[in-house]
């Protein structure tokens, strides 16, 4: 199986990703869409949408999925076995505040200037 996941380094969604393809030990190609722009390029001309994560799949594109979805891709298209191995993180979880507003200042490449 082919495998390409379009995923930000730090984002619920994305670590969802990660947990799905580690709970079934697939080999995957981990692209990073935040520090690369022309992976997000690509993710973004192959989806036809610019939300992420997005998983490729043997060629066919999952766009804008959670762990859990991807889950149930895989299993509904017969590509692993079902097995209950627990996953360390929630496989369905958004990003934090947090995390979004991280990523937006290294995107910027500044900190919120404070007054205090």
């Not at 390409?4 to 969802?16: D, E, N, R």
């Not at 036809?48 to 999952?62: A, D, H, T």
Request: proline share 5%; hydrophobic share 35%.
């Amino acid at each position: 199986m082919e495998i390409k996941a379009y995923l930000k380094p730090q984002c619920g969604w994305s670590m969802g990703v990660r947990a799905i393809m580690d709970k079934y030990s697939l080999k995957y190609e981990d692209l990073d869409i935040i520090n690369n722009r022309q992976i997000y390029e690509e993710m973004v001309t192959k989806s036809g949408q610019p939300l992420s994560p997005c998983v490729e799949v043997n060629g066919e594109m999952l766009a804008d999925v959670s762990g859990e979805e991807v889950e149930n891709y895989l299993l509904s298209n017969n590509l692993v076995q079902k097995n209950d191995v627990s996953t360390e993180v929630p496989i369905d979880a958004p990003c934090s505040d947090e995390e979004h507003e991280a990523m937006r200042q290294k995107a910027s490449g500044s900190s919120p200037v404070r007054f205090f």
